[in-house]
């Protein structure tokens, strides 16, 4: 009995260091949200009109950081941050945007209301019946007004510096996705020479948007794999059948100058002769050559595919007659 005892007091003194030193964490992240000069973004209600309001803007509180229940990586793990990080990081993170899903938040509020299989015209009639509950509206309103300084933070701080890159003198501007920020969060936990594998979808290759995360691979890691599949086959339940992911995996440190890559596969089983039996390597320098503004790295059924856009830039045709063209 007495040993119970002296166990819970240990765990329950445990707990409140803990709790002291988040409560210090979570001030020093205050602090930095304040000197990004990030906002709290309010969202309003506009009665007269039955909708959201404008918003109002105002001093973010430690309270607003409290809410967002932050883990603090460098203190959770402080001895594997102490030597550099992780040995390896395994990953299959969410793939939603950073934004309000009205569909997803009101569903648990009413029965009718579907996420995948509901008009906007429907919806928009249900929302208006659900938000008439004062209660309602008030965690609506409280919901909607949890992610613009989020997302702010996201855009400014130099921890998801790779979020967003320039291209012909413009910088790149999409919807912040959670598969990209636990991306580039993947690699800053790593050591250098730790490796990452995690399964994303296959914009992280191809999207303007996300040519800061290729530049991050291409120049500060080694990427040793590249494997894209299509979803034909239902590997992913709920997921469209055309959806394409990719499994990628790098090594932190030094750069790539060419990697293995396969597109278009429809079996988990090539993974396993991957790479050499299944696939092709690919060159860095093609890449930039082939998209030099984005860096997007083109999808070849084939090494001979690979090998025709290979020959193309080293024996550019200018003529308009493409059958002037040597191969």
């Known amino acids: ?23 210090t964490l979570n001030a020093l992240l205050h602090k930095q949200f304040h000197d990004l000069g990030i906002k709290y973004e309010e969202v309003t209600w506009d009665a007269a009109k039955g909708k959201e309001g404008k918003t109002k803007k105002r001093a973010l509180t430690l309270d607003d950081i409290t809410a967002l229940k932050p883990f603090h990586w460098a203190f959770e793990f402080a001895e594997v941050m102490a030597r550099g990080g992780f040995d390896a990081v395994i990953a299959n993170p969410p793939w939603d945007v950073v934004k309000p899903n009205g569909k997803e938040f009101l569903e648990s509020y009413s029965g009718t209301i579907s996420k995948n299989k509901m008009s ?9 019946k659900l938000l008439a509950d004062p209660a309602i509206l008030t965690e609506w309103l409280a919901y909607q007004s949890s992610f613009p300084y989020v997302s702010a933070y996201y855009r400014a701080a130099p921890q998801f510096a790779h979020q967003s890159s320039t291209v012909n003198g413009k910088k790149t501007g999409s919807d912040l996705n959670l598969y990209k920020l636990f991306l580039e969060q993947g690699y800053r936990l790593l050591r250098d020479g730790g490796e990452c594998g995690i399964v994303i979808p296959s914009g992280v290759y191809t999207d303007l948007g996300a040519k800061g995360l290729r530049e991050m691979l291409f120049e500060k890691t080694e990427v040793t794999g590249l494997f894209a599949f299509e979803n034909r086959r239902m590997i992913f339940e709920n997921v469209d059948s055309r959806f394409k992911f990719v499994v990628l995996s790098f090594r932190k440190g030094h750069s790539t100058q060419d990697f293995p890559a396969a597109f278009m596969r429809h079996d988990v089983k090539d993974l396993k002769n991957f790479p050499g039996g299944v696939g092709m390597t690919l060159s860095v320098d093609n890449v930039r050559r082939l998209s030099p503004d984005s860096l997007s790295v083109m999808e070849f059924k084939s090494e001979l595919d690979a090998h025709i856009a290979e020959k193309m830039l080293r024996f550019p045709c200018w003529a308009s007659n493409w059958t002037a063209c040597g191969t």
Do not use: V
Not at 120 to 128: L, R, T, V, W
């Open 120 to 128: 906007i015209k429907d919806f928009e009639k249900e929302k208006g």
């Open 1 to 23: 009995m007495q040993a119970t005892q002296d166990l819970t007091a240990l765990r329950e003194d445990i707990q409140r260091q803990k709790d002291t030193a988040y409560e």
